[in-house]
């Protein structure tokens, strides 16, 4: 109904669809699912879907997320128009570590939080990741420029406390 709603509407829509569960689900029938969404969305290089890949309360260790996401990239229907993208949890503390190795590993985006705020032990980081990437010669795309500034509008906002041992 949404892609035929969007065909019909003048704009601009991007289409993601998530496995809840991912890192809980047999690769197979991920693949499966995932799959028949895209053929439903049929995509195209003038129109390409995300499709996100959670690691939920961190379930697989970095090493084996990154091995799924592997598995995904290069059986997935549609490659060339899907972008492949990530959503770790820091559950076990290796978000960033999970990130990482699932981008090497064929994925194309990655979601996170500022500071790694979120829900139960939090999500990625997004600024140690960006942070990380940098030092390594690849542009995140984020400005961190004035992170003193950042950090004090988040403290503030958040009423949370960044702890001092981290890198920023």
Not at 21 to 26: A, H, I, P, R
Not at 128 to 157: A, H, W
Request: aromatic letters at 8%; glycine letters at 8%; a negative charge.
């Amino acid at each position: 109904l949404l892609k035929r709603l969007a065909d019909e509407t003048d704009g601009n829509f991007l289409f993601e669809y998530s496995p809840e569960s991912f890192t809980g689900t047999e690769i197979d029938y991920a693949l499966d699912v995932c799959n028949a969404v895209l053929d439903v969305w049929q995509p195209r290089p003038d129109w390409k879907v995300n499709i996100n890949l959670p690691v939920t309360v961190q379930l697989s260790m970095p090493h084996v997320y990154a091995s799924q996401i592997e598995y995904m990239s290069k059986h997935m229907k549609y490659r060339e128009n899907v972008v492949l993208s990530l959503h770790p949890h820091n559950d076990r503390g290796c978000g960033v570590a999970a990130g990482e190795l699932a981008l090497l590993a064929g994925a194309e985006r990655v979601e996170g939080t500022l500071f790694g705020n979120g829900e139960r032990t939090g999500n990625m980081d997004i600024v140690t990741m960006g942070l990380n990437m940098f030092t390594q010669g690849v542009d995140p795309k984020l400005d961190f420029s004035n992170l003193p500034k950042l950090r004090e509008i988040y403290e503030r906002c958040t009423n949370m406390k960044i702890d001092p041992r981290q890198p920023y």
